[in-house]
């Protein structure tokens, strides 16, 4: 059981190492010359849907008034307790658990200025108990009057200190 355990956490660690990184058709286009510098730029000015690791999948409007980031993250962990063969009371136990899940949407409306985000737990929903965990994590709009001048409005962090400012992702 052990080695299953940790040959199975090796392929997670290779998975996560092995980087997403496939060219476009007009990268490739533009690499063989078979298009111009202008034209690349022309045919890759607008995306529609696009995805970025790290970030999500991205959908923006053809006059680029409206976009909508869709990503999320979870945060697994296995544990293997392993007790002594002269345990005769106990046996060994495996467990997966997902200790943090969080599906985020956030972009922007009508204009740049006009920002959005939606951060929440998908286990409320699943599980119908919020007491066990607190569901909507952060949800905000913000408007930008200029870069030192901000309106924003809804359930954020107090940011406190810097810690506040961290996401659980980069910890």
Do not use: C
């Not at 046996?91 to 922007?108: C, E, F, H, N, P």
């Not at 913000?142 to 940011?159: F, S």
């Amino acid at each position: 059981m052990k080695k299953r355990g940790m040959a199975l956490g090796l392929l997670l660690i290779m998975a996560q190492a092995g980087g997403l990184s496939a060219k476009t058709l007009e990268d490739v286009l533009k690499e063989k010359g078979v298009i111009t510098e202008e034209d690349y730029k022309e045919v890759t000015k607008y995306k529609p849907f696009n995805y970025q690791l790290g970030k999500g999948f991205t959908f923006t409007s053809q006059d680029e008034k409206f976009q909508l980031t869709l990503g999320g993250r979870v945060q697994f962990r296995y544990t293997y307790t392993d007790f002594d063969l002269n345990s005769s009371t106990r046996s060994d136990t495996s467990v997966w658990d997902a200790k943090r899940i969080r599906l985020i949407a956030q972009g922007y409306a009508f204009s740049k200025d006009l920002t959005y985000k939606l951060e929440f737990d998908p286990r409320v929903l699943a599980t119908g108990s919020p007491g066990n965990s607190k569901g909507l994590i952060e949800t905000y709009i913000n408007y930008r009057l200029i870069d030192e001048v901000q309106l924003r409005a809804g359930q954020m962090k107090t940011p406190f200190a810097r810690q506040e400012y961290t996401p659980d992702s980069a910890l």
